[in-house]
């Protein structure tokens, strides 16, 4: 991983890379679900039609 912010946070709060890593991936993968669906409620408001 080549993040600054991943390994800062992974060797400050004491994780070992595999659990940062596999914290990480469950994190941005459920950001990315949840901005995803904003993403389509707000466009379905701009474009209810489309």
């Given at each position: 991983?080549?993040?600054?912010?991943?390994?800062?946070?992974?060797?400050?709060?004491?994780?070992?890379?595999?659990?940062?890593?596999?914290?990480?991936?469950?994190?941005?993968?459920?950001?990315?679900?949840?901005?995803?669906?904003?993403?389509?409620e707000i466009l379905s408001t701009v474009l209810?039609?489309?």
């Amino acid at each position: 991983m080549n993040d600054s912010g991943f390994w800062v946070v992974s060797r400050m709060s004491g994780m070992t890379p595999d659990e940062a890593l596999q914290t990480f991936s469950v994190t941005a993968g459920s950001l990315a679900v949840m901005g995803f669906s904003r993403d389509i409620e707000i466009l379905s408001t701009v474009l209810p039609f489309a």
